[in-house]
């Protein structure tokens, strides 16, 4: 997931529409499992101000050492997380940093209530405003509020019936939101996953990317 995640975010931060760039950005898997793993420790912080965030994350959500990222809320305005729940279905978190808002593109609103959606990624939607603040890059950054991010899971996005395909419907709707909101995450028709996979696998293998 992360190879195809990481060839993603190539063409995300390297696309335009109408000759301006896309402002957006895309986060792996790591960075999700690793700030996750870290909420026992946060929701026991005496002073959630204080609480240590570790370089790795900080550096990740700064872009140190990567040529292709972009700054978050000054060049970004969508920051895009894979998430999956119990290692069986993938969902699109778009982070809308103007508005502290999370949205949830789920192909398969079944497998979860929105209570039980909402309950599990609360750990993200508390951490990240005290990451982005200890990350900051901007003053926007550094001063914008700690209150935890609203989550609201869209029930308008096209559904899949086999579960391995969360994972690709995932990447499809992560690309088609960067480029057209969530008018072109309504227009994409699950049964063309398979050729647009092998149109990606094309991609990759013309680009070279390891």
């Known amino acids: 997931m992360d190879a195809l995640l990481k060839f993603s975010r190539h063409i995300l931060r390297t696309d335009d529409v109408d000759g301006q760039k896309l402002r ?4 792996d898997t790591k960075f999700i499992s690793h700030l996750c793993r870290l909420f026992p420790k946060f929701s026991k912080a005496p002073v959630h101000e204080d609480f240590q965030f570790p370089k790795a ?3 990740a959500v700064a872009g140190v050492g990567e040529l292709d990222r972009a700054q978050l809320f000054t060049e970004v305005d969508y920051l895009y997380l894979p998430f999956n729940f119990d290692k ?7 982070v809308e940093l ?4 999370i949205t949830v593109l789920d192909c398969n609103v079944h ?5 039980s959606l909402k309950m599990d990624l609360q750990p993200l939607a508390r951490m990240l405003p005290f990451l982005f603040r200890q990350a900051a890059c901007n003053p926007t950054m550094s001063q914008m509020s700690t209150s935890p991010f609203s989550i609201e899971r869209s029930l308008c996005i096209p559904q899949v019936t086999a579960h391995v395909d969360s994972g690709l419907m995932t990447l499809f709707l992560i690309h088609g939101h960067a480029a057209g909101g969530m008018d072109d995450c309504v227009e994409f028709p699950p049964d063309s996953i398979d050729a647009e996979t092998k149109k990606l696998v094309s991609a990759i293998i013309l680009a070279g990317v390891p």
Request: glycine residues 0%; neutral net charge; proline residues 0%.
């Open 57 to 59: 994350l900080i550096d």
């Open 88 to 94: 069986k279905h993938w969902v699109a978190l778009v």
């Open 111 to 115: 497998l979860r209530t929105d209570a």
């Open 98 to 101: 103007n508005c502290a808002k």
């Open 24 to 27: 957006v950005d895309l986060l």
